[in-house]
């Protein structure tokens, strides 16, 4: 009876051990996670951001883009949009190759 319990207090130990090193190397890690969130929470102004986006809402097209230019990326989105074609022009499509079969 004695082996056993010798066996079971040396897993006990090591399990104490393992959970005391990831509770060491966890808890200044999550701390800063929870620090960054909370300031970076606090810097982002979001009423600032919603208020900016309604009076840029209100603006004509061409001032819009001439305050805030396209990026390529956005042109080559919109271009591969046009290219596909509306939604229901692709369903119609599909429908009249599906009744030419």
Not at 20 to 39: R, S
Not at 54 to 80: I, K, S
Request: net charge negative; glycine share 6%.
């Amino acid at each position: 009876m004695g082996k056993w319990s010798d066996w079971k207090e040396s897993f006990l130990d090591y399990g104490r051990n393992v959970r005391d090193g990831y509770l060491i190397f966890l808890t200044p890690v999550l701390m800063l996670v929870v620090f960054n969130a909370c300031v970076s929470m606090h810097a982002h102004d979001m009423e600032k951001e919603g208020v900016l986006w309604m009076h840029f809402a209100q603006e004509p097209e061409n001032e819009r883009t001439a305050t805030f230019p396209r990026t390529e990326d956005e042109r080559l989105h919109e271009r591969a949009r046009k290219e596909r074609g509306k939604p229901a022009e692709i369903a119609a499509a599909a429908l009249s190759a599906g009744e030419d079969n």
